[in-house]
Nanobody, 120 residues
C-alpha cells in the first residue's frame, strides 16, 4: 500500500507565493511519476504539473512560467513552487504518485488534498 501526504497550502494574496510539498511512502519499488492536480469548486480535477522518473516535466498552460515542480532530496518527495499566484489558482491541490510496489503490482495513489486560496 502506498500513502501520499501533501502539505503547504494556505491563504495568500494575489501575486504571492506558496510552496507545496508531497511525500509518498509504503511498499514502493519504483516511482514512475509524481504530479500535482487541482480541483476548484464546480470544476473537474485538472493536471497542474507532473515530473517523471527521468525528470521530464509538463505543466498546464495556465501555470507555465509561474509554477515549478521539482523532486526533493528525500526519496519519493516532490515540491510545487507557486509564484505570481492569481485568484483563479484557488483550488484544492492533490498530489499523485504512480509506479510499482514490491508485491502488489502497480499503484496510483492520491493524497487527501491541501487547500490553496488566493485572495486579497
Amino acid at each position: 500500500q502506498v500513502h501520499v501526504v501533501e502539505s503547504g497550502g494556505g491563504l495568500v494574496q494575489p501575486g504571492g507565493s506558496l510552496r507545496l510539498s508531497c511525500a509518498a511512502s509504503g511498499s514502493i519499488f519504483s516511482m514512475n511519476a509524481m504530479g500535482w492536480y487541482r480541483q476548484a469548486p464546480g470544476k473537474q480535477r485538472e493536471l497542474v504539473a507532473r515530473i517523471t522518473s527521468s525528470n521530464n516535466t509538463n505543466y498546464a498552460d495556465s501555470v507555465k512560467g509561474r509554477f515549478t515542480i521539482a523532486r526533493g532530496n528525500a526519496k519519493n518527495t516532490v515540491y510545487l513552487q507557486m509564484n505570481s499566484l492569481k485568484p483563479e489558482d484557488t483550488a484544492v491541490y492533490y498530489c499523485n504518485a504512480a509506479g510499482t510496489t514490491y508485491f502488489l503490482g502497480a499503484y496510483d495513489a492520491w493524497g487527501q488534498g491541501t487547500q490553496v486560496t488566493v485572495s486579497s
